[in-house]
């Protein structure tokens, strides 16, 4: 059975912070999908970012960076010099189909950043 | 393309009542899904279509919920005598099918529902 775990339920930085937001998964499958999506106090749920399991490069875009490791099967999420545009929900999520379907969130971590 | 739109934005109901919300997908996006969301909690899966077709249904969608995609267009979701325990955000998302990685989900903004 498929399952993510998002241990952080809260974490509070100081804005140029750099924060990581854990996330450890698990699946039987040997394919399958890694995903990130923000979700800010508007409500809408954002995608960030998707990686395959067959891909272990780390992405990094901008302030953000995702370092995937199949050996502890965690995907984790830093925000690098963290602002106050920055407060969200994240969550993590699994999908052992290519289009993504049926799709399993974690419960989410949400991000405090103070000016 | 606005992007997936939802209607409508809240809906208080009563217990027993039933209630439709609507999900216009990205028009380019050959599959669409609904998912719940409730308090403190990450979405949950209830169903998905590719196209017209709905291939997969959560065990979370009871006989009171059905959803539909007529012309693989836009999508309906219908809750029948409706239960407090249906209060939650409910998502629409809307999606290509692809392996790169900026395939993921687009959402709508969702229908939040308040059965009193």
């Known amino acids: 059975a498929q399952k993510v775990t998002q241990a952080q339920t809260e974490i509070s930085v100081v804005e140029k912070e750099d924060v990581t937001l854990d996330c450890v998964y698990e699946?039987?499958?040997?394919?399958?999908?890694l995903f990130w999506y923000k979700q800010p106090p508007s409500g809408e749920l954002v995608f960030l970012i998707r990686?395959?399991?067959?891909?272990?490069q780390n992405e990094i875009s901008g302030r953000y960076s995702w370092n995937f490791q199949k050996s502890t099967s965690s995907f984790n999420f830093t925000i690098t010099a963290s602002q106050v545009v920055d407060s969200a929900v994240y969550f993590c999520?699994?999908?052992?189909?290519?289009?993504?379907?049926?799709?399993?969130f974690g419960a989410g971590t949400r991000l405090f950043v103070k000016a | 393309d606005t992007g997936v739109s939802q209607d409508p934005r809240h809906k208080i109901t009563k217990r027993g009542q039933n209630v439709t919300f609507r999900c216009d997908p990205i028009?380019?996006?050959?599959?669409l899904y609904w998912y719940r969301q409730t308090l403190g909690q990450g979405p949950e899966f209830l169903t998905y279509?590719?196209?017209?077709?709905?291939?997969?249904k959560s065990r979370l969608l009871s006989d009171r919920f059905s959803a539909e995609r007529p012309k693989g267009s836009f999508s309906t979701l219908e809750i029948q005598r409706t239960e407090q325990g249906d209060s939650a955000m409910y998502l629409c998302?809307?999606?290509?099918?692809?392996?790169?990685?900026?395939?993921?989900?687009?959402f709508g903004s969702g229908t939040r529902l308040t059965v009193v």
């Open positions: 990686r395959n399991s067959f891909d272990e």
């Open positions: 998302a809307s999606s290509l099918i692809g392996v790169g990685p900026n395939y993921g989900y687009t």
């Open positions: 699946t039987r499958d040997t394919t399958y999908y």
């Open positions: 028009s380019e996006h050959n599959r």
């Open positions: 999520a699994l999908s052992e189909d290519t289009g993504g379907f049926k799709t399993i």
């Open positions: 279509f590719q196209n017209e077709a709905q291939l997969e």
